[in-house]
């Protein structure tokens, strides 16, 4: 039995559990207010969207995504609650409140916003100077070499998981998600929110044009939501795999419990 996470990492991870989910959440009842995509400043309903959810007058849902459309009767677009069939693009079980409510939703994404902009920047500041960042999440140059990442996807994907005291340690492509998550993704969805609240618009109206326009700035926003939730899935994928009751322990209490290298006795 080892320590693994330090308490800030640990009080980080959970503040960012509600953040994340409450910003997503309230943000698909953002989105339903306008169900459509958009590049360029302007975007409005007679004009082409590259991603649109809709239900079409025969009673189907539809995600379409550029030329390609998706039936998603049931799941988007059209689906039932409380016996009666809604049109709205996401569901109510997806989204923050449950009843639609512009209004209430954009209060859940300010809440979930200010949480994790000042969690996150607490988290950066002290993982900065007790240089967990470099010692822990920074890639040695060996390990982001072709060869090395290679094998290491190879691994990943015939459920070859570090065993030992390589375990208590992130691989490569753990220390890749964690940052581009960390220095990419989150910094990108914080900068294209400021950029769309009217307030920020107002003094920083170069925000906006940093991503061509209010409308890619929406979609751009949209873009790194998904790729939050790709992480978020296959983060909890991985812990699964990996045994969740040991992984779930290191991140409440810290203490994580090696596994056995092959041929030792558990």
Known sequence: MVRRHRASTRAWHWLNVVAVFTLLMSGMTIFNAHP???WGQYGAN???PWLRIYATRGGEGFLRVGPLEVETTGVLGVWEKDGRTQT???PHWM???SNYSLAEGRKYHFLGAWLL???GTLYLLWSLANRHVWRDLLPRRNEIAPRHLWQDVKDHARLRLPRGEAAARYNPLQKLAYL???FVILPVMVLTGLGMSPMMNASWGWI???FGGRQSARSVHFIAACLLVAFIVVHLVMVVIAGPVNEIRSMITGRFRLPPEK???P
Do not use: K, M
Request: charged share 20%; hydrophobic share 45%; no cysteine.
């Open 36 to 38: 459509r995509l958009y």
């Open 46 to 48: 007679p004009d082409q």
């Open 88 to 90: 709205r693009a996401f």
């Open 95 to 97: 989204t923050l409140p």
């Open 117 to 119: 902009a000042i969690a």
């Open 180 to 182: 581009s998550v960390l």
């Open 208 to 210: 906006l044009d940093l």
């Open 263 to 265: 041929g030792d006795t």
